[in-house]
């Protein structure tokens, strides 16, 4: 027995109820982006060392000054980050740092992730930051 082969991100997500064009609504504040960063880098990134810390910083500062050259691949990676970390936090943590449930937020983050997903063609992709983004989701 044969399994078919997927065709379509839809295959994977099914269709999504969010505004695939503006994700803008569904990142966290620069504070809570630079806490989940933190603790990603700290906690998440040494077990699976896809993320180069400086040059992931330098990145998020040409990102957040709309300079970075591949805007939508570098938000598909954030979106999986925040996915990927929030859901290594324990719901109390979750609760205290960013006033929102663990269930809540990581449903938002999941969204956002297949949404920056679909919106760079994560299925014919050859840029590293969409294989980046993908794993890091994949692994959440």
């Known amino acids: 027995n ?6 379509s991100p839809k295959e994977i997500f099914g269709e999504l109820s969010w505004d695939l064009e503006n994700l803008d609504i569904l ?10 960063c933190k603790i990603f880098f700290d906690s ?13 910083g330098r990145d998020l500062a040409q990102y957040r000054r709309d300079s970075f050259y591949l805007p939508r691949e570098f938000e598909a990676l954030l979106f999986s980050i925040y996915t990927l970390t929030v859901s ?4 109390e943590v979750v609760e205290r740092a960013f006033s929102a449930s663990k269930k809540s937020l ?14 760079v063609n994560f299925f014919k992709t050859d840029k590293i ?8 989701y994949v692994v959440s």
């Open 2 to 7: 044969q399994v078919p082969a997927l065709t």
């Open 27 to 36: 990142h966290p504040t620069t504070e809570e982006s630079n806490v989940l």
């Open 44 to 56: 998440v990134n040494p077990f699976i060392r896809v993320v180069h810390e400086t040059n992931f």
């Open 88 to 91: 290594t936090l324990r719901p």
């Open 106 to 119: 990581l449903a938002r983050f999941q969204h956002a992730s297949q949404a920056a997903l679909m919106n």
């Open 129 to 136: 930051l969409t294989l980046q983004a993908l794993l890091h």
